[in-house]
Nanobody, 114 residues
């Protein structure tokens, strides 16, 4: 079993920055990819950024050049969000998967508004 806890959400101004953190506990393994997804009201959950074992990263086109995902070990993943836009407003979820299973955090709200 894997337990994911996000933190760092809140209110940002357009053009501002926030940093999300996710700490994993339980049977997480370093080879599992870890990522961030987001879901705005009335929309489907979408992948924002993923980091794979070895440091390879993948980003949604809408955040390329603005967001940076990083990972310090098997247990922590971060999302640095810069030059934020109102369309970044959503609930952000931490995710990991492996051995045929997928785990999600409880989500953290991010609002971008002036």
């Amino acid at each position: 079993q894997v337990h994911l806890v996000e933190s760092g959400g809140g209110l940002a101004r357009p053009g501002g920055s926030l940093r999300l953190s996710c700490v994993a506990s339980g049977s997480v393994r370093a080879i599992y990819p870890m990522g961030w997804y987001r879901q705005a009201p009335g929309t489907q959950r979408e992948m924002v950024a993923t980091i794979f074992h070895g440091g390879v990263t993948k980003y949604a086109d809408s955040v390329k050049g603005r967001f940076v995902i990083s990972r310090d070990n098997a247990n922590g993943v971060y999302l640095q969000m810069n030059n934020m836009e109102p369309d970044d407003t959503a609930t952000y979820y931490c995710n990991t998967e492996g051995d045929g299973k997928t785990w999600w955090g409880q989500g953290t709200q991010v609002t971008v508004s002036s």
